[in-house]
């Protein structure tokens, strides 16, 4: 029953995310067609800020109220409800503290991290956001530990239409693409986007709330014990991802590039190249919540068998589906990147960095397992040396090669970082590595079943490079490669049962 319930939510969160990514990818399409590119370049660094600002307001309040009302579901006379209240009070007095400095720190801010004191405004609106915010990620989290993931899948599908509507409209009513212009417009979009969650999941909660009959067993102050370390692993990467966002496009300025040529180039790679190797992922994102969890129930119960099914095929799994997607972005990626509007630019940086997306997928589960089973302490470490070599990289590299700096910079890190995620976790668990089935065959697989796809494709006339014609091919590719492991994994179970058989008679005779 509740393997079925955990495929349902993955499969359901998955179609919804899927939803959300291919309208946020022509989101970006629109906003470079209509402000240009320099524009959505501005977007991306106001969402890096943005970003830092929400986390430090909301204490990553998703991961700590998922995981701490998962462990209080699974003791006797715990409460989820009470944890819930601890998270949303500790989240108001975060926001209120951030809000207080936003206002204060105001103009510093705009002249640091833009450069430009016609943002002033804008930042000084953000408290509403902050603090709308922070309340609806404690009530995600309470949803997805309840098991019901869709309800905090609808409020962000609520939450995207409502922010994508304002920000269509009010680019389009707006005179000039101004600094002042841009933050404007994401701010109020935002909002917009944030009250709408908020409502929706506070009505939700208030019709369907499980009951707790239970005093709960954390107080207010042991729920901030535990959630502090939970907090600084997030707080850490968002300071860490911020600053590396903004020193990009200051070390391009140093490569010979203009502002805007920087800005449109930080767009591009932000809009463009990270979100369409992102776009793959959909299914290990909508998972992760899940798996902190499981992994988590898991732990608490001590249940080390679970704990090392779970991770052995999440890893088998991962793998076999990161290295098809990262086969597919480095055959599609030029072609892709130009449809999207990035450009040969954006198209070969796609490709360029295709080859490291299995690293960046494997991040997703391996970083949901680790903070299930509550091991942030390394998790923030790991963070920080992975950052320190990607700024490392950036400040070094993108002065004296540009644009192929960024993509340095980021095979190092995401190789480096998720090799010691995946040393850590077998270690923890006891898991074996297994390379020939965890990645030799899926790249074998990968561009055999690559071959097979150009025959077929060749035989019924399809080709070029239009959107029709990739997913066509794409789609073949996939069944091949799929139906590839589906023999391959039942011929090994039909030789393991085989053994079985052989030895079972021996012993008997």
């Known amino acids: 029953m509740i393997r079925n319930r955990i495929i349902r939510d993955t499969i359901l969160l998955t179609a919804m995310q899927l939803i959300l990514d291919s309208a946020a990818l022509f989101l ?54 009470r944890i819930l209240f601890h998270g949303i009070k500790l989240c108001i007095i975060l926001s209120l503290t951030v809000s207080a400095l936003l206002m204060i720190f105001a103009r510093p801010a705009a002249v640091k991290f833009f450069g430009d004191t016609a943002v002033i405004t804008s930042l000084r609106f953000m408290p509403i956001a902050l603090i709308t915010g922070a309340v609806s990620s404690c009530f995600k989290g309470y949803f ?27 680019t389009i009513l707006s005179e000039d693409n101004s600094q002042g212009t841009v933050c404007r417009i994401m701010i109020t979009s935002i909002i917009a986007g944030n009250v709408t969650s908020f409502l929706f999941l506070a009505v939700l909660f208030a019709r369907k709330h499980i009951s707790g009959s239970g005093k709960g067993t954390l107080s207010f102050r042991e729920y901030a014990g535990f959630a502090f370390p939970i907090m600084g692993g997030g707080i850490l990467t968002s300071i860490l991802s911020s600053t590396n966002d903004a020193l990009v496009p200051a070390c391009l300025r140093q490569y010979g590039d203009s502002i805007d040529e920087a800005l449109a ?72 990147g130009i449809l999207l509007g990035g450009g040969e630019i954006g198209g070969n940086m796609i ?22 089973m509550g091991l942030q302490g390394f998790s923030s470490l790991n963070y920080l040396a992975e950052y320190v070599i990607r700024i490392s990289i950036v400040l070094i590299a993108v002065p004296h090669f540009g644009f192929a700096g960024i993509a340095i910079s980021y095979y190092a890190s995401n190789i480096f970082g998720n090799t010691s995620r995946l040393i850590k976790l077998l270690h923890h668990t006891g898991v074996r590595f297994r390379p020939f089935f965890m990645v030799i065959s899926p790249v074998v697989y990968s561009f055999m079943s690559m071959a097979a796809a150009e025959l077929l494709c060749t035989i019924a006339g399809i080709s070029g490079n239009s959107i029709v014609s990739i997913v066509i091919f794409s789609t073949i590719w996939a069944v091949i490669y799929g139906g590839v492991f589906f023999v391959s994994h039942k011929l090994s179970s039909g030789e393991s049962n085989n053994r079985f058989f052989v030895q079972n008679e021996q012993r008997s005779i």
Request: hydrophobic share 50%; proline share 3%; with cysteine.
């Open 28 to 81: 970006n399409g629109f906003i470079t067609r209509q402000l240009g590119a320099s524009a959505i370049g501005l977007f991306a660094l106001m969402g890096s800020f943005l970003g830092l600002a929400g986390i430090i307001s909301n204490g990553n309040a998703f991961l700590c109220t998922s995981r701490l009302i998962s462990e209080e579901m699974g003791k006797e006379g715990g409460n989820p409800n």
């Open 144 to 170: 997805n530990a309840c098991r019901k993931a869709s309800s905090a899948a609808i409020a962000d599908i609520a939450e995207f239409i409502i922010k994508s509507a304002s920000i269509i409209i009010m």
């Open 265 to 336: 180039l930080f767009g591009i790679f932000e809009a463009i190249v990270i979100p369409t190797l992102f776009f793959p992922s959909v299914v290990l994102c909508s998972m992760s919540g899940i798996i902190v969890t499981e992994s988590a129930r898991a732990s608490a119960s001590g249940n080390s068998e679970r704990l090392k099914s779970i991770t052995s095929r999440l890893i088998r799994y991962t793998m076999i589906y990161g290295i098809f997607a990262a086969a597919v972005l480095i055959r599609f990626g030029r072609p892709i």
């Open 351 to 372: 490709s360029a960095i295709a080859p490291v997306v299995p690293f960046i997928y494997m991040e997703i589960v391996l970083e949901a397992m680790i903070k299930g």
